[in-house]
């Protein structure tokens, strides 16, 4: 366990401290004030910001959607392993999905293309580059919504639906005073959890991307395996220590959030 | 779990149906697409089975072989991976439920620590680990079970715990105990039994995010599933999409599979005449 998790951590975070020689400095960590670098954290941080609560949304309405299902029923099973295929699973292939469908050959590139008259590439090939992370990101962010949000909705007391309706409220009444209320620290949670998800995701973005790194994790990746740069292996220390500033706000954020949502669930 | 009346907030079916049906439509395209890009018969146009059939009449041969490989790496991983997060995860979390309670906050910061530390963080300090780890055991693919303990660690903690807090423990085991249980029939037969739930969810959930990873296996250079796709990408557009969907359909059954185990063993239990399973 330390071994494996704070070790790597400190080493991570520690590197992006020390010169080549392995005397203190601020140097690398100064090379985060470097505009590619800022562009870099820039362009992670509206990636995610806008994945994020796209998917939030899209997901809290599937939610929705999926509260009559029976919990063990055929929808629900078939809903929850796709969720969970997309969600934790599909990284690199949801890569080449998207290569298969907004490519340059892909089927809605083509269908658009030849049948509509409208090139969805008319400005440049977008796919390899930041905007065509977009789709792919929203792609996982959906079934992730889905998986971490479906359990708060369906913790919603039902007794609550019928106070109201005694009480003489409505649908509406319920859903504006008594559900949303309820729901917002989940509805908020999941949205920041989607963030961290999108902010340090890789594998799509290295799948599709080979060449440029328009988000941190690609720097990251860049400095680790170019050598030809001096210092470069102390800037992924760098970057890494960026990052992990970020997620620990995201996170913290989460956990406060996930505390007040749980003193509705018992 | 009890059966349920219907909601009173729930949509009703109509609305149910075009949610769903407009989201899983949307959803749909990149599938369609997919299979649709597999099908095509040269830049001339025109559909047919050739690319199935080439991958599969040549018996994985050729640079397929090495997907072969890194896909049996990749399934060992998961199974190792698994084990070693339960067998640690389990008794840690009810020692510290029944007996340690106020370490319980602790235990939880330390389980979802892992989400909050991106797996390429983890790669830049994992680099040094491994290549001090692959002096003292060898690269071999299953090292890499270690790393992923911790990335599959709160997704684990979280199935357990959510059933954990579920399931009255302290009354079930002092229940046991009284009747003259040890405590590791206690453990065996009362509590894993009503924690089975939560472990298979773990697991499941485990299994999916081996099998999906991507990050340390490529930056570590270990041949993985996820890591051959990208390189048999580089040769072959078309086989790619190929493998990638059989390789979600394979997640997809597996997880399909490992939810109803769970579903089929409740539904037996409540009506015990109907079991009769092979």
């Known amino acids: 366990m330390l071994l494996f998790l704070l070790v790597p951590t400190l080493i991570a975070v520690g590197t992006g401290f020390v010169d080549e020689t392995g005397a203190f400095t601020w140097d690398t960590v100064a090379a985060l004030g470097n505009p590619v670098v800022v562009d870099a954290f820039a362009n992670s941080f509206g990636l995610s910001a806008l994945t994020a609560v796209v998917g939030a949304i899209v997901g809290a309405v599937a939610c929705y959607g999926l509260l009559g299902a029976r919990e063990h029923g055929p929808l629900r099973a078939v809903v929850d392993s796709l969720s969970g295929v997309l969600a934790q699973f599909g990284g690199v292939m949801l890569a080449f999905a998207f290569v298969a469908t907004i490519g340059i050959q892909g089927l809605v590139t083509v269908v658009l293309r030849d049948t509509f008259g409208v090139d969805i590439f008319a400005d440049g090939v977008w796919l390899y580059e930041l905007p065509g992370l977009v789709l792919p990101y929203i792609y996982f962010q959906v079934p992730l919504m889905i998986i971490t949000f479906l359990p708060a909705l369906q913790a919603l007391n039902p007794h609550w639906a019928e106070a109201n309706a005694t009480l003489g409220g409505n649908r509406a009444t319920y859903w504006f005073r008594i559900a949303f209320p309820v729901l917002a620290p989940s509805f908020l949670g999941s949205l920041l959890l989607l963030f961290a998800n999108a902010f340090s995701s890789y594998a799509t973005a290295a799948a599709l991307t080979s060449q440029g790194s328009q988000i941190v994790p690609l720097q990251i990746r860049s400095a680790l395996t170019s050598e030809t740069l001096l210092g470069r292996e102390n800037l992924a220390g760098a970057l890494a220590l960026g990052m992990i500033l970020v997620m620990g706000v995201v996170m913290s954020g989460y956990s406060v959030l996930q505390a007040r949502a749980a003193r509705w669930q018992r | ?278």
């Not at chain 2, 490989?69 to 060992?76: D, F, K, Q, R």
């Not at chain 2, 698994?82 to 008794?91: G, K």
């Not at chain 2, 690269?139 to 399931?167: C, E, K």
């Not at chain 2, 939560?198 to 270990?222: H, K, M, Q």
Request: aromatic content about 8%; hydrophobic content about 55%.
């Open chain 2, 1 to 278: 779990m009890t059966p349920v009346a219907p909601v009173a907030h729930a949509p009703t079916r109509l609305v149910r149906g075009l949610i769903l049906g407009s989201i899983g439509l949307v959803f749909a395209i990149p599938i369609v697409a997919m299979v649709e890009f597999t099908l095509r018969s040269g830049l001339a146009g025109g559909h047919d089975f050739s690319r199935w059939t080439a991958l599969f009449q040549g018996g994985f041969a050729g640079p397929y072989r090495a997907v072969l490989v890194a896909l049996g790496n990749s399934v060992g991983l998961a199974v190792g991976t698994v084990v070693l997060v339960l067998l640690l995860l389990v008794p840690t979390l009810l020692l510290v439920h029944l007996r340690f309670p106020r370490l319980r906050r602790l235990m939880e910061f330390v389980c979802i620590l892992p989400i909050s530390i991106p797996a390429i963080v983890l790669v830049v300090g994992l680099a040094p680990v491994y290549s001090v780890l692959g002096r003292l055991l060898g690269s071999g693919v299953w090292t890499l079970a270690f790393a992923y303990g911790i990335t599959v660690l709160p997704f684990a903690y979280r199935a357990i715990q959510a059933n954990l807090d579920g399931v009255d423990v302290r009354t079930l085991s002092e229940a046991a105990r009284t009747l003259g249980a040890g405590w590791v029939s206690v453990l065996l037969r009362v509590l894993i039994p009503n924690l089975r739930r939560g472990i298979l969810a773990g697991a499941f959930i485990s299994v999916a995010v081996v099998l999906g990873e991507f990050t340390i296996a490529s930056l570590l250079n270990r041949n993985t599933l996820q890591t051959s796709l990208v390189v048999v990408s580089k040769a072959d557009p078309y086989t790619v999409v190929i493998l990638s969907l059989l390789a979600l359909t394979f997640a997809f059954l597996l997880l399909l599979v490992i939810g109803r185990l769970g579903t089929v063993r409740t539904g037996s239990r409540r009506r015990p005449t109907t079991g009769g399973q092979p």
